[in-house]
């Protein structure tokens, strides 16, 4: 079992991490290198009246900075896909279907449990935003995404509006709270480049997740079928 599940993990991270690394290369690291003109004082912000007519030459491509980008990613999304097979392989025992259709829905909510609920309330930052305490909004992301996977899991398995409506519970009640915040809302970075990074890590998420999950369900019922045929032979 951990043979199985430890190889589907493997070859589905690596598969979704490095098209999802080159997707983050080409559509948001070129917004965050803008940003960091800003908050480096490169680029100076003046709202309606601002001077700045074109944009700004980026640095290119570096292959020590992206190689490593590309292998942290592939790790990273290596060890999505360990805790999304060992739900899978749970799911499975109580007669679930997983394979690559399936494996679709499985995607969609897990990127709503680690980018969608967190980031309604907490939206993604570039550089040189005002922002709250660091570790507040790490013990909040995580219990965040803790409520947003419970609720994704009764949502799936439960079979009563008891477990349903827990489920809505776990969902509203970290933003029902609220994330932690500054006391002002301030930067050199112009709202637009902020909102497009938002916009493009979230689709972006949304494009590793379902990647994710399309390629875990199809290793693991690939496994799952040389599992049993060895086990007849």
């Given at each position: 079992?951990?043979?199985?599940?430890?190889?589907?993990?493997?070859?589905?991270?690596?598969?979704?991490?490095?098209?999802?690394?080159l997707?983050?290369l080409?559509?948001?690291?070129?917004?965050?290198?803008?940003?960091?003109?800003?908050?480096?004082?490169?680029?100076?912000?003046?709202?309606?009246?601002?001077?700045?007519?074109?944009?700004p030459?980026?640095?290119?491509?570096?292959?020590?900075?992206?190689?490593?980008?590309?292998?942290?990613?592939?790790?990273?999304?290596?060890?999505?896909?360990?805790?999304?097979?060992?739900?899978?392989?749970?799911?499975?025992?109580?007669?679930?279907?997983?394979?690559?259709r399936?494996?679709?829905?499985?995607?969609?909510?897990?990127?709503?449990?680690?980018?969608?609920?967190?980031?309604?309330?907490?939206?993604?930052?570039?550089?040189?935003?005002?922002?709250?305490?660091?570790?507040e909004?790490?013990?909040?992301?995580?219990?965040?995404?803790?409520?947003?996977?419970?609720?994704?899991w009764?949502?799936?398995?439960s079979?009563?509006?008891?477990?349903w409506?827990?489920?809505?519970?776990?969902?509203?009640?970290?933003h029902?709270?609220?994330?932690?915040?500054?006391?002002?809302?301030?930067?050199?970075?112009p709202?637009?480049?902020g909102?497009?990074?938002?916009?493009?890590a979230?689709?972006?998420?949304?494009?590793?997740?379902?990647?994710l999950?399309?390629?875990?369900?199809?290793f693991?019922?690939?496994?799952?079928e040389?599992?049993?045929?060895?086990?007849t032979?």
């Amino acid at each position: 079992m951990f043979t199985r599940l430890l190889t589907s993990a493997l070859f589905a991270g690596a598969a979704a991490g490095l098209i999802i690394a080159l997707l983050q290369l080409f559509f948001v690291q070129p917004v965050l290198l803008h940003a960091e003109l800003y908050e480096g004082g490169e680029l100076v912000h003046f709202g309606s009246d601002s001077n700045v007519t074109a944009t700004p030459e980026l640095p290119g491509f570096d292959a020590v900075r992206d190689g490593l980008s590309i292998v942290f990613t592939m790790l990273i999304y290596s060890g999505y896909a360990m805790v999304l097979v060992a739900l899978m392989s749970l799911a499975e025992t109580r007669g679930a279907a997983i394979n690559a259709r399936t494996g679709l829905i499985w995607g969609v909510a897990g990127f709503v449990a680690v980018h969608l609920a967190p980031g309604f309330t907490l939206a993604p930052e570039v550089p040189g935003v005002a922002a709250a305490d660091v570790y507040e909004r790490q013990v909040w992301w995580f219990a965040t995404v803790l409520t947003a996977a419970i609720a994704m899991w009764l949502i799936a398995f439960s079979r009563n509006w008891a477990g349903w409506g827990a489920a809505v519970v776990l969902l509203l009640a970290p933003h029902v709270i609220g994330a932690p915040e500054p006391e002002v809302f301030t930067g050199p970075v112009p709202t637009e480049i902020g909102a497009l990074f938002a916009s493009r890590a979230l689709g972006i998420g949304l494009a590793a997740w379902v990647m994710l999950g399309a390629f875990a369900g199809f290793f693991w019922s690939r496994e799952s079928e040389a599992a049993g045929q060895t086990q007849t032979a």
